[in-house]
């Protein structure tokens, strides 16, 4: 399979825990965006890399989240001492240029 | 999805039409999307439109755009049960602007016997 791989599929943390989620995006492609969608809504952007270089980031992207995406390849979204409200879908997509192909997403539960 | 909106909820007869409409506010906005989202999984990229075309169809799936209206639809031809999903519309500036998809709230698509 060479599509958008994102690993954990489902994590379950306790409130106050650290969380980290991994991203493999199709190789070459040197854009990668993380979203967070929760039930009801779209996505909703938190961060993208062209490359190694982190360009954007949201407001919504609290001090609590780090992504990083060392030597253009994989990348990784950490979220620090989570809470209820982090409870969500975080989605990865990768693009080459116009289309950005999506993962299956890693599906946190904050107890 | 602010700047994008779509109507929540289509229902639809086995074998009609489907026509799922959005609008968009950036009209610098240079690709526009449809995605597929079925439960619990992620998005699928169906088909996506350059903004200097007014048309694509790609098998059952045609996209119309507007720009004066900043207006996109997707019709799905002989809507299957398995077309059940929530579609995704999403705009995309293109270089000198962000390179992000924003995406709308999704529309929920039931297709009944």
């Known amino acids: 399979d060479t599509g958008v791989s994102q690993n954990p599929r489902h994590k379950i943390t306790k409130r106050g825990q650290n969380v980290t989620f991994r991203c493999d995006p199709i190789?070459?492609?040197?854009?990668l965006y993380w979203y967070r969608q929760t039930l009801g809504q779209g996505p909703e952007f938190l961060t993208y890399?062209?490359?190694?270089?982190?360009?954007?980031k949201s407001r919504l992207l609290s001090d609590r989240f780090s992504a990083e995406r060392p030597k253009g390849s994989f990348s990784t979204l950490e979220i620090q001492r989570t809470e209820q409200g982090d409870s969500a879908m975080y989605l990865c997509?990768?693009?080459?240029?116009?289309?950005?192909?999506f993962g299956q997403g890693t599906r946190l539960t904050v107890v | 999805g602010e700047d994008v909106e779509q109507s929540l909820f289509l229902s639809v007869r086995e074998g009609d039409s489907s026509v799922i409409n959005c609008t968009y506010t950036?009209?610098?906005?240079?690709?526009l999307y449809w995605y597929k989202q079925e439960p619990g999984a992620g998005l699928q990229l169906l088909t996506y439109?350059?903004?200097?075309?007014d048309m694509k169809q790609d098998q059952r799936l045609t996209v119309l755009l507007n720009k004066k209206d900043k207006h996109l639809s997707l019709r799905i031809a002989d809507t299957q049960t398995g077309d059940s999903a929530i579609y995704f519309c999403?705009?995309?500036?293109?270089?000198?602007?962000?390179?992000?998809?924003?995406f709308g709230r999704g529309t929920s698509l039931i297709v009944h016997p």
């Open positions: 997509a990768s693009s080459p240029r116009d289309k950005a192909f």
């Open positions: 190789s070459e492609h040197n854009r």
């Open positions: 999403a705009e995309r500036l293109g270089s000198g602007g962000s390179y992000i998809p924003t």
């Open positions: 890399f062209q490359n190694e270089a982190q360009l954007e």
């Open positions: 439109i350059f903004s200097n075309m």
């Open positions: 950036d009209s610098s906005s240079t690709y």
